[in-house]
């Protein structure tokens, strides 16, 4: 008869011996491969460094509203229909949206 184990916990000890053993010479066998001697490293030249046109200077921000022609001025909010509704805060486009508290959206005119 063989000299096998028997139980779970015995074949569980000898397969983790196993596998520990195999472990150690996979890591061995890798270090022993990691330089190569006999390889010379290639120099490389710089490459320049890449050019890129010269950015377009920005416009300077303006807090100031665009100046409306009186014909494109609107004052109001107003209805579908054209009716006033109320008045605007500050001159908006004929034509533009606008809020009217407690009656909702519509569109401003003069």
């Known amino acids: ?30 270090k022993c491969t990691d330089t190569e001697p006999h390889v010379t490293p290639t120099l490389v030249a710089p490459q320049p460094a890449p050019t890129y046109p010269a950015p377009q200077p920005t416009p300077a921000y303006s807090p100031v509203a665009p100046a409306y022609s009186p014909s494109q001025a609107a004052m109001f909010c107003c209805d579908i229909s054209g009716m006033r509704r109320c008045p605007l805060v500050a001159p908006a486009l004929v034509g533009s949206g606008c809020f009217c508290p407690g009656q909702g959206s519509g569109i401003s005119c003069p």
């Open 1 to 30: 008869m063989s000299e096998e184990p028997k139980t779970f916990w015995a074949k569980l000890g000898m397969i983790t011996a196993f596998l520990t053993a195999l472990v150690g010479l996979v890591t061995a066998a890798a």
